[in-house]
C-alpha cells in the first residue's frame, strides 16, 4: 500500500442514515416555509401557523413510498421530500343558489316598490328538438307576477306599481332576489328592474316600462370597404338599431312622468355592451336598454 492509499485511509468518512436524510429534508422544508412566511408579511397575507387549518401536523414518513388503496382513510402522505402530511377530511360545501322558502309560509307580499315573479322554466330543448343538458340551458329572464308591493312615494304623491299581477314580463338579467316557494323558483325584484311587459313569446311585442326602449339590431356588415367577405366571428357586433317601442318615461323628483326624447322609428347609436339582447320569432336580433344608453340619433 503506498503513502497515498494510508493517507486516504486514514480519514473516515461517514456514510449518511435515512433518519439523518429525513432531518435534513424536515429542516430543508421548514427553511423553506419560514421564508416564504417573511417573505409575504410585509404585504398582510397573513400567512401563518394558524392560516394552514387542514394540516395537523408533521411526521416522518416512511423511506419506502407505499399507496394506500383505502379510499376511507383520512390522512394520507403527501410530497416528495419524505415528508408526511396529515390532512384533515374537510365537509363539503353546499351552495343553494335560491332561498328555500319554509312550508309552513302560505304567501309572500312584497314591500314597497318590489315585485313577486313567478320565474318562467328555462327552455329544455332547442328549436330544433334537441334536449339540453342543464348547464347548456340559458337563464330565463321572463315570468308571471304573483304580487306586487304598495308602491312608493315621491314627494306628496303615491305612485302605484305600473305592471299588474298576472302580467307577463322580462327583467334584468342578474336582477333580484331568488326564491324557491311552493316548489317553484321565484324572484322578488324591484319595479325598476323589469324592461317591459310581454302578452307573446314574441320580443317585438314587448312594451318597454319607464324609461326602457326596444331595438331592433342593425345586421352586421358582410363585406369590409375593401369588398372583403367576413366571417361571423370577424364581424364588429353592431351599436345601431331601430327604435320599436319606448317607455313613458322617468320619474322626475315630484312624481311626475318625462317623456322619452326618442321616437319609435328612429335609427340610434347605443353604447355597445348595454343592455340584454334577445332573439326575435323573426329570426332578428333586438336589445332592451334604458334611454340614457341611447347616445345618437341617426339620419341618411
Given at each position: 500500500m503506498g503513502?497515498?492509499?494510508?493517507?486516504?485511509?486514514?480519514?473516515?468518512?461517514?456514510?449518511?442514515?435515512?433518519?439523518?436524510?429525513?432531518?435534513?429534508?424536515?429542516?430543508?422544508?421548514?427553511?423553506?416555509?419560514?421564508?416564504?412566511?417573511?417573505?409575504?408579511?410585509?404585504?398582510?397575507?397573513?400567512?401563518?401557523a394558524r392560516s394552514?387549518?387542514?394540516?395537523?401536523?408533521l411526521?416522518?414518513?416512511?423511506p419506502a413510498t407505499r399507496t394506500s388503496s383505502s379510499s376511507s382513510s383520512s390522512s394520507s402522505s403527501v410530497g416528495t421530500l419524505g415528508l408526511g402530511l396529515k390532512r384533515r377530511s374537510l365537509p363539503a360545501l353546499v351552495v343553494k343558489a335560491a332561498t328555500v322558502i319554509a312550508p309552513k309560509y302560505s304567501s309572500i307580499k312584497p314591500l314597497g316598490d318590489r315585485v313577486l315573479v313567478k320565474i318562467k322554466s328555462s327552455e329544455e330543448k332547442t328549436s330544433g328538438g334537441?334536449?339540453?343538458?342543464?348547464?347548456?340551458?340559458?337563464?330565463?329572464?321572463?315570468?308571471?307576477?304573483?304580487?306586487?308591493?304598495?308602491?312608493?312615494?315621491?314627494?306628496?304623491?303615491?305612485?302605484?306599481i305600473s305592471?299588474?299581477?298576472?302580467?307577463?314580463?322580462?327583467?334584468?338579467?342578474?336582477?333580484?332576489?331568488?326564491l324557491e316557494f311552493n316548489g317553484s323558483k321565484h324572484l322578488l325584484l324591484k319595479e325598476d328592474d323589469i324592461m317591459g311587459i310581454l302578452d307573446t313569446d314574441d320580443i317585438k311585442d314587448l312594451k318597454p316600462l319607464n324609461d326602457r326602449?326596444?331595438?331592433k339590431i342593425a345586421e352586421a356588415e358582410e363585406k369590409t370597404a375593401g369588398g372583403l367577405l367576413l366571417t361571423e366571428a370577424t364581424k364588429d357586433k353592431p351599436s345601431i338599431g331601430t327604435v320599436i317601442a319606448v317607455g313613458p318615461g322617468p320619474l322626475d323628483q315630484e312624481g311626475n312622468r318625462r317623456a322619452l326624447k326618442i321616437s319609435p322609428g328612429s335609427t340610434v347609436m347605443y353604447s355597445k355592451y348595454a343592455g340584454s339582447e334577445f332573439k326575435g320569432a323573426d329570426g332578428a336580433d333586438y336589445i332592451v336598454l334604458k334611454a340614457s344608453d341611447v347616445m345618437a340619433v341617426l339620419s341618411s
Open positions: 503513502h497515498s492509499e494510508k493517507a486516504i485511509s486514514s480519514f473516515n468518512i461517514p456514510t449518511p442514515s435515512v433518519r439523518g436524510l429525513c432531518n435534513m429534508r424536515v429542516a430543508f422544508w421548514w427553511a423553506f416555509v419560514g421564508g416564504l412566511m417573511a417573505a409575504l408579511q410585509p404585504f398582510g397575507c397573513g400567512v401563518g394552514l387549518p387542514s394540516f395537523e401536523g411526521r416522518l414518513a416512511p334537441i334536449l339540453l343538458p342543464t348547464t347548456a340551458q340559458s337563464k330565463p329572464q321572463g315570468g308571471e307576477i304573483v304580487a306586487v308591493g304598495e308602491g312608493k312615494t315621491i314627494g306628496k304623491k303615491q305612485i302605484n305592471a299588474e299581477v298576472g302580467k307577463q314580463v322580462i327583467y334584468s338579467k342578474y336582477a333580484g332576489t331568488e326602449v326596444l331595438i
